[in-house]
């Protein structure tokens, strides 16, 4: 049985940064792809960003790009979202989850399993 345990969000003003961690638990952690997601109120799950098994390739949705950076530390068994330049539109509740790989993350969430509780991040202007 897997366990995702977010952290790290929190209340911060627009242009301001947030590093949130994801500490998993059970099954071997490098041999999954992890992903970052997020729901605001009244809206879909959306995919933000995915690490492959051992980091070698990150994808990101085009709202983040060049300010939010996905990592992962497998002897940790913790993957990490580090963002900046936060805009009041980044509030949401923040999730982690596992895949096979990431293919899907934005497309195809629910191939995605093993779903943590969830951090809130809000974002004031």
């Known amino acids: 049985q897997v366990q995702l345990v977010e952290s790290g969000g929190g209340l911060v003003q627009a242009g301001g940064s947030l590093r949130l961690s994801c500490a998993a638990s059970?099954?071997?952690?490098?041999?999954?792809?992890m992903g970052w997601f997020r729901q605001a109120p009244g809206q879909e799950r959306e995919g933000v960003s995915c690490?492959?098994?051992?980091?070698?390739?990150?994808y990101y949705t085009d709202s983040v790009k060049g300010r939010f950076t996905i990592s992962r530390d497998n002897a940790k068994s913790t993957v990490y979202l580090q963002m900046n330049s936060l805009k009041p539109e980044d509030t949401a509740v923040y999730y982690c989850?596992?895949?096979?790989?990431?293919?899907?993350?934005?497309?195809?969430?629910?191939?995605?399993?093993?779903w943590g509780q969830g951090t809130q991040v809000t974002v004031s202007s």
């Open positions: 989850a596992r895949g096979s790989s990431c293919v899907g993350y934005v497309s195809r969430i629910s191939s995605f399993t093993s």
């Open positions: 059970g099954r071997i952690f490098s041999n999954y792809a």
């Open positions: 690490i492959s098994r051992y980091g070698g390739n990150t």
